[in-house]
């Protein structure tokens, strides 16, 4: 069952992608893996791999040799759950380089929406603060029907139990439609973009008819009556990822802070 917060959108903007940081959740599930992957078969031999254990507390938690604790895991669960986010990524990444299971840690990654993947051995970055900047925005200076639906389409995209990709995906083309209302009077997104080329209501700075029709096709795989916001087949399901969800959010946010902008260029409230 949802919290009262995930019920009502009162979900932080930076839970879409964890970019320069690690939550809790997510160092919870990184420590239970690591655990069950390296830590439980070094206890049942722990000779063998007494080097690899020492190397990771001297060369990756700057203790020293001679304090080598009995009870190593324990100090590595308190590390872990406490040290600075990318400190742990180096653990991990070393952790994999001497048995790999970056598959398996891919999958918490995706689970809990960090911005980091396992990459041919390396954890590299697939997100950057600077699209986090833009839903920010989007949701702080949009009217109470954007940041509802743009805060609907952040709750579905980062449920970390039951994420719902496709409807995250509505509610995102939602918010658009929502902003474009009172601009152009039209309540879809086609209709308004059909306004915006015809009124030139964007102060002439990005009315071209091809800039407004790629928005149109962007969103239109979507909008019409066999894609996604209809319940149709044109999209397939398994097409309707994490990523491709999280993209629409960024780019409608991006364009709702595109027309703040150029209304406020225009003085129009």
């Known amino acids: 069952m949802q919290s009262f917060s995930e019920r009502y959108g009162h979900v932080p903007v930076r839970s879409v992608v964890q970019v320069g940081q690690m939550d809790s959740p997510l160092r919870t599930e990184l420590w239970n893996l690591t655990h069950q992957l390296y830590v439980k078969p070094v206890q049942a031999s722990y000779g063998a791999d007494f080097d690899h254990l020492q190397y990771i507390w001297t ?11 009995p009870f190593f895991h324990n100090e590595l669960k308190q590390w872990t759950l406490s040290e600075e986010w990318n400190r ?11 048995k790999d299971h970056s598959d398996l840690y891919n999958e918490v990654l995706v689970k809990h929406l960090a911005g980091y993947r396992f990459l041919n051995g390396c954890i590299v970055p697939i997100s950057d603060s600077h699209e986090i900047t833009e839903i920010e925005a989007a949701v702080t200076t949009g009217s109470d029907p954007v940041k509802h639906h743009l805060q609907q389409a952040i709750q579905l995209l980062s449920d970390r139990d039951t994420p719902d990709y496709p409807n995250s995906i509505k509610e995102s083309i939602a918010a658009v439609e929502a902003f474009l209302v009172p601009i152009t009077g039209k309540n879809t997104l086609g209709q308004a973009l059909t306004e915006l080329k015809s009124k030139r209501v ?24 066999s894609g996604i916001r209809h319940g149709g087949e044109t999209v397939p399901h398994e097409a309707i990822t994490q990523a491709l969800a999280r993209y629409v959010l960024i780019t409608c946010s ?4 595109l027309m703040t902008a ?6 129009t409230p």
Do not use: C
């Open 202 to 225: 964007a102060a002439g700075r990005f009315e071209h008819r091809a800039l407004l029709g790629a928005w149109s096709q962007l969103y239109g795989w979507s909008s019409d009556e």
């Open 262 to 267: 150029e209304q406020a260029a225009l003085g």
């Open 254 to 257: 991006a364009f709702i802070n």
């Open 88 to 98: 742990v990524y180096d653990l991990l990444e070393y952790l994999t380089f001497h």
């Open 59 to 69: 060369g990756l938690m700057g203790k020293e040799i001679d304090r080598f604790p």
